[in-house]
């Protein structure tokens, strides 16, 4: 066998050696993890039992049904409080970007905020979500401003220079020429939440948004004071609606003194009698009750209260004499005022005067020791003097008291911790602002001291002192200059926004005339300034705030204004824009005496008083923007409860003889005439002006006699003459009494006749206003009968051809309200007053109105028409039961 060298056995490899193990690791034992230690509960803690840590509730807690709290450790605490700053300067960052990118008109905006007081967070989400919200939004919306009824636009005659109203910051805002961004910075007296305040919201808010914030108000309870409710709530807003509407006028007690001691329970201060008369002067603020002003309904909370109060009062007088007592008796007279029962307020205030001599309140009150009473007599004392005053210069009689005080009044700015401060929040607001109530009642103290002057120097002069010199109303004139242009920041012009700073600048003119001696051109020039600044802050005084916020003062103004416009309205110099505007004014003034009537009575009465005085076509106008509708049965209500003695402005020179004016007496002279024979001649052509309302360009005849034989008058005779009075004998009047008083006749306008002139317009009225039967009512035989002829001393021959005859015309029914117009063919010479018919006569026998009659043919198709009109009026009527 051969060998192979293949099969030689091959050596084995070199095997390397293998690499050294790593060295084995020992791993330390493993300790039981430990879990932290959570606190536990305060009650588990207390109860001590094993807390299970749970939040917000642990098992103990969820077991036995008991409030489950942590106490934070002082490790999360400090990491809360750095997570905010953090967050904080994060939104602090953001905010400066925004600033930096945003636009100009948005960036303005988020700084106006920032100025205001707004949290920048809430700033942030108001930029990043303002759609969103702004859609989702269901807060009211508070930044409002009214429109003027009839005519939305402010009269031309009030946008003139000089008129400082229309800088005003108010006017501003509403007009939309600006607002006030970035706030007004004013200083009041005893701020103590800041010394300047950045007060925006007045201007963009209406008063009646704001409420009043004021730490005592809340605590308030109505059970201590008060026997008439105990309804906390209603207490409180009572409370606040007396401060805000009524205490700056009434400024005869301290708040701050007042609250403390009511809510303390104490009645140095405070009484159950001035709680309850400041209740009833409250509650005719209280817009819930439709029917607050009817002060003779006794379930009315009003009516309870001020009878509490009528109470309380014959319990304390009949005790010692305190200083809320005489405080009560001024806010009872301005109650019975605004109810239109003055006469029986004026008593209080009589009684306060006495009991005041009693106290030696108008003496120094150095001799006291206590601040508080110091400051309490101090006050009332003026507040007494300024509401006799007050209630002197409206009623136009002489002030019960003619000295003043010994002591000086305070000044906020020399002695700001003397007065109170109100503090009122807006809604959606995060502060409050300032309402200046020690500024508005110093300027008002200043204001009263010219009225005094005014009083005593003007009003109080006698027959043989002779008229006032025109220098006198000058020297007036200067110093209510004066006085305006001296006025606290916070009380002028151009920075006056709430009511009672409205109120204070509303100076009615000292009079129409201009006095013995006047600059006719200078005294006209100063009456036109007068009535521009008055109506313009009426204007804007209802466009931020409406009529609906009841302060009571704005009365006399609407009034004013109102009777101002409708005097023009009857001028024949106007154009048709002009016009126009006066009854814009007529119709505002007329809707803010219907509103504030729902409140107060006299501003009813006044009311109805403004609306007997215009035309029908006014008086059309004023119901369509009124929404009211003559009602017989509430305008006769209105009139048994009408005791005013409130002369309102109709004449040019209330001073002659107020007692014309007074409201009693114009509303029972308003109800006398409504039977009264009324007969208005009006120039041919004149036939767009034939109204009872319009007396301005008419020659008027008006009589409220019923004579017993006919009287004719001769027409160029009776008006061509001076006299406007007269009468005749052989007559009796409407009280039945036979030849006590005679035919008594007044005539109006005889300086507007013309000899020339061609009257041939008539207007009869003899109407009654509240028919106790079917026979006084329109279409019914009259009580007299009127006959108009064309020839003299009533006789039917022609003047221009004594052999012609002329018909002569009738009228003999009771009229409408406004009466009926007739136009004659010809030119009245003269016309006759003759008995009504007996009203048991045949009953076919018809009333004329505008007859035509006489020698010339017998034509009473008139007279059927306006019986067939009343006949078919009773037909529709009864079919419609």
């Known amino acids: 066998m051969a060998f192979d060298q293949h099969d030689v056995p091959k050596r084995p490899p070199m095997l390397l050696p293998a690499p050294a193990p790593a060295p084995a690791t020992i791993e330390p034992p493993q300790q039981p993890q430990k879990r932290p230690r959570l606190p536990a509960c305060d009650t588990c803690r207390t109860r001590k039992v094993k807390c299970s840590n749970e939040r917000p509730q642990c098992s103990q807690c969820i077991k036995h049904h008991t409030t489950c709290r942590y106490s934070e450790t002082e490790a999360r605490v400090v990491r809360k409080k750095y997570a905010d700053l953090k967050a904080r300067m994060t939104a602090h960052e953001e905010f400066f970007e925004l600033l930096r990118y945003m636009p100009e008109a948005d960036a303005n905006e988020v700084f106006r905020r920032a100025r205001s007081g707004d949290r920048i967070e809430g700033i942030l989400d108001y930029v990043k979500n303002g759609d969103l919200l702004m859609q989702l939004a269901v807060a009211p919306e508070t930044n409002r401003r009214y429109q003027f009824p009839y005519r939305s636009e402010m009269p031309m005659h009030l946008l003139v220079p000089g008129n400082q109203y229309l800088d005003s910051l108010m006017y501003g805002s509403l007009s939309g020429l600006y607002r006030p961004k970035h706030g007004v910075s004013l200083h009041p007296p005893g701020a103590s939440r800041g010394t300047v305040q950045v007060v925006q919201d007045p201007y963009l808010k209406p008063a009646n948004a704001a409420e009043l914030e004021h730490p005592l108000l809340s605590q308030a309870s109505a059970s201590k004071w008060t026997n008439a409710i105990s309804n906390d709530v209603l207490f409180r807003k009572l409370l606040s609606n007396y401060f805000l509407y009524v205490h700056p006028l009434l400024y005869c007690f301290h708040m701050k003194y007042f609250l403390e001691d009511m809510v303390a329970g104490r009645t140095r201060f405070c009484s159950p009698l001035l709680v309850n008369a400041v209740l009833a002067a409250a509650y005719l603020t209280h817009g819930a009750d439709p029917l607050r002003s009817q002060y003779w309904l006794p379930n009315s909370l009003g009516y309870k209260f001020l009878a509490e109060a009528r109470r309380l009062w014959e319990l304390e007088t009949a005790d010692n004499v305190r200083l809320t007592t005489i405080q009560a008796a001024i806010v009872i007279h301005l109650i019975y005022n605004l109810i239109g029962v003055d006469r029986v307020g004026s008593n209080f205030t009589r009684q306060a005067i006495a009991m005041s001599h009693e106290l030696n309140l108008f003496k120094s009150p150095d001799h006291i020791n206590s601040r508080k009473m110091r400051n309490a007599r101090i006050m009332l004392a003026w507040g007494l003097f300024d509401w006799c005053l007050f209630d002197a210069y409206y009623m136009f009689r002489i002030p019960l008291l003619k000295d ?11 002695n700001p911790g003397f007065h109170d401060e109100m503090w009122l929040r807006y809604p959606l607001a995060t502060s409050t602002v300032p309402a200046y109530y020690a500024h508005t009642i110093t300027a008002r103290r200043h204001l009263s001291q010219i009225k005094n002057d005014i009083v005593y120097k003007v009003r109080s002069r006698n027959v043989l002192e002779g008229p006032v010199l025109f220098s006198t109303i000058l020297e007036f004139n200067k110093r209510l200059d004066g006085w305006f242009q001296n006025l606290p920041l916070a009380m002028q012009a151009r920075n006056i926004v709430f009511p009672p700073q409205l109120e204070v600048h509303i100076v009615i003119e000292l009079f129409r005339r201009g006095g013995d001696g006047a600059d006719e051109a200078l005294s006209a020039r100063m009456i036109l300034e007068s009535n521009v600044r008055m109506e313009t802050v009426l204007r804007l005084y209802y466009l931020r705030h409406s009529f609906d916020c009841f302060t009571n003062f704005m009365i006399f103004f609407m009034v004013y204004i109102g009777n101002l416009a409708l005097e023009d309205l009857r001028s024949n110099q106007l154009n048709n824009a002009s016009a126009e505007d006066l009854r814009s004014t007529l119709v505002l003034c007329a809707n803010g005496l219907q509103s504030y009537g729902k409140a107060f009575h006299v501003a009813k009465l006044a009311h109805y008083a403004l609306s007997t005085r215009v035309s029908t076509r006014d008086l059309r106008l004023l119901q369509a923007y009124s929404g009211s509708q003559d009602n017989a049965v509430e305008e006769q209500t209105l009139i048994n409860h009408a005791h005013s003695s409130w002369p309102i402005p109709i ?32 120039q041919d052509g004149q036939d767009d002006t034939c109204d009872y309302g319009n007396s301005s360009g008419a020659l008027t005849f008006t009589t409220d006699s019923i004579p017993i034989v006919d009287h004719c008058f001769d027409f160029a005779d009776l008006f061509g003459g ?10 009796k009047n409407l009280g039945s009494q036979w030849g006590q008083a005679g035919l008594y006749w007044q005539l109006e306008n005889i300086d507007k006749f013309d000899r020339n002139a061609n009257y041939s317009r008539v207007l009869y009225r003899q109407h009654v206003l509240n028919p106790s039967s079917d026979d006084y009512k329109p279409g019914h035989h009259a009580d007299r009968r009127v006959t108009l002829y064309g020839g003299e001393r009533c006789s039917e021959l022609d003047p221009s051809n004594d052999k012609n005859l002329l018909n002569w015309y009738g009228y003999s029914c009771w009229s409408e309200e406004q009466g009926a117009c007739g136009n004659l063919p010809y030119l009245i010479n003269s016309f006759k007053i003759l008995p009504g018919e007996d009203k048991g006569k045949d009953p076919g026998y018809t009333c004329w109105l505008h007859a035509e009659l006489g020698a010339a043919g017998h034509s009473f198709s008139s007279s059927r028409a306006i019986m067939g009109a009343f006949a078919s009026v009773s037909l529709a009527a009864w079919l419609a039961l």
């Open 404 to 414: 003043p005080p010994e002591m000086p009044f305070p000044d906020p700015l020399t």
């Open 651 to 682: 004449f040019d020179v209330k001073e002659e003889d107020p007692e014309v004016a007074r409201l009693k007496n114009m509303i029972e002279r308003t109800e006398k005439v409504s039977q009264n024979l009324t007969l208005r001649f009006f």
């Open 722 to 731: 001076n006299t406007t009075r007269g009468y005749v004998n052989q007559t």
